[in-house]
């Protein structure tokens, strides 16, 4: 179709340039370097740079492409230098080769495919955003309003290129059960951390009964626990923590009442303002990507879809099973074939105010 290589080269000149969350000041940089050397005039506030069609007319539906540059910190196990962006073989290593580098050059080489076609029933917006790995504040949430009105979001995260229309939304809830401290040899006090094994025992058994289609039901795992700090003194406190995933038969504050309503614990949420969210099986995106052969599902992972007011699809290139893990990689076919699909679902496609 066009040319790859140059934006196969600028994955791995981000591979090389560290770039975890709050830190992305020089990746933003080497995207606003490369969209300038496009002959595209591009905006940045903070680490997120974003860039308009160039034929942007008022009163057209506006599609965005979205993906992120921000990456986790390493994790141990890595047996190569994660940000020497090594190609062996046509597999590119390197952290964020995969989450989510290889979707967000092949959402920028879409755009300047589309930016070049003569006509297209819709205005179009490149975005690479920031700390999208923490849902931080100076991400994609903190230039909405820059953006403006937009009909369609394209989120580029790794999913083989099927398309996710559906995705759990979060909610980390803050538990604390309380007691009364006594002494451990004599029957004195209340204990919190027997306080805290009921409401955790309830939550492990408890089912909500709607379940979603796609997403299926909502899930409460506690994760993590801590009470205690003197072996003969019975506890007075014991914290622990939930993680919820959320699905859209149930707001995360609905979510968050039913299991405040059964246990004794006091329980708060950290943040409420990550909700499921999904598009139409109608939506002519997903009835275009059906056409061409891809799949639906719903994904039980995080993205920016979740701060995102309006119509979005989950998209994009590479596995999210390597997302995270030591020698992260991306596969130079994917790229290409991502670019491809990207491409062949966008042109041509017709959607509405």
């Known amino acids: 179709?066009?040319?790859?290589?140059?934006?196969?080269?600028?994955?791995?000149?981000?591979?090389?340039?560290?770039?975890?969350?709050?830190?992305?000041?020089?990746?933003?940089?080497?995207i606003e370097h490369?969209?300038?050397?496009?002959?595209?005039?591009?905006?940045?506030?903070?680490?997120?740079?974003?860039?308009?069609?160039?034929q942007f007319e008022a009163g057209k539906p506006v599609v965005l492409l979205n993906s992120h540059h921000d990456t986790v910190k390493p994790v141990q196990g890595w047996q190569r230098n994660p940000h020497?962006?090594?190609?062996?073989?046509?597999?590119?290593f390197g952290l964020g080769s995969n989450d989510a580098g290889a979707s967000l050059v092949s959402l920028l080489a879409t755009f300047v495919y589309?930016?070049?076609?003569?006509?297209?029933?819709?205005?179009?917006?490149?975005?690479?955003?920031a700390e999208e790995e923490i849902s931080g504040k100076n991400g994609i949430a903190s230039i909405l309003e820059q953006l403006g009105t937009i009909n369609l979001g394209v989120v580029g995260e790794p999913t083989q290129m099927q398309m996710a229309i559906a995705e759990k939304g979060l909610v980390v809830i803050d538990g604390e059960a309380k007691g009364k401290a006594g002494?451990?040899?004599?029957?004195?006090g209340e204990n919190a951390i027997y306080k805290a094994l009921q409401d955790i025992?309830?939550?492990?058994?408890?089912?909500?009964?709607k379940k979603s289609e796609w997403l299926g039901a909502v899930k409460a795992t506690v994760t993590q626990i801590e009470?205690?700090?003197?072996?003969?003194?019975?506890?007075?406190?014991?914290?622990?923590?939930?993680?919820?995933?959320?699905?859209?038969?149930?707001?995360?504050?609905?979510?968050?009442?039913?299991?405040?309503?059964?246990?004794?614990?006091?329980?708060?949420?950290?943040?409420?303002?990550?909700?499921?969210?999904?598009?139409?099986?109608?939506?002519?995106?997903?009835?275009?990507?059906?056409a061409l052969g891809l799949s639906c599902y719903g994904s039980p992972t995080l993205s920016d879809q979740a701060l995102l007011p309006f119509t979005t699809i989950k998209i994009g290139v590479g596995d999210s099973a390597r997302s995270h893990t030591a020698n992260e990689y991306i596969l130079r076919k994917e790229i290409e074939q991502g670019i491809d699909t990207y491409c062949q679902l966008l042109e041509g496609l017709e959607i509405f105010n």
């Open 1 to 30: 179709m066009f040319n790859k290589e140059p934006y196969i080269n600028l994955l791995k000149a981000l591979i090389a340039t560290p770039s975890f969350s709050r830190e992305e000041d020089k990746t933003a940089t080497v």
């Open 84 to 92: 020497e962006p090594n190609e062996e073989n046509g597999t590119i």
């Open 201 to 209: 025992q309830w939550i492990q058994n408890y089912a909500f009964p």
């Open 34 to 54: 490369f969209i300038r050397q496009r002959g595209l005039p591009p905006q940045r506030a903070g680490n997120n740079v974003w860039v308009k069609s160039s």
């Open 227 to 290: 009470a205690g700090y003197q072996h003969n003194v019975v506890p007075d406190s014991c914290k622990f923590v939930i993680d919820v995933r959320t699905q859209e038969c149930y707001s995360n504050q609905e979510v968050v009442d039913v299991l405040q309503q059964h246990t004794q614990s006091t329980l708060t949420p950290r943040s409420l303002r990550l909700n499921s969210s999904g598009i139409s099986v109608d939506h002519p995106i997903v009835q275009k990507g059906k």
């Open 114 to 129: 589309l930016n070049a076609l003569p006509h297209r029933s819709y205005n179009l917006i490149y975005a690479a955003t």
């Open 183 to 188: 002494h451990a040899a004599r029957n004195e």
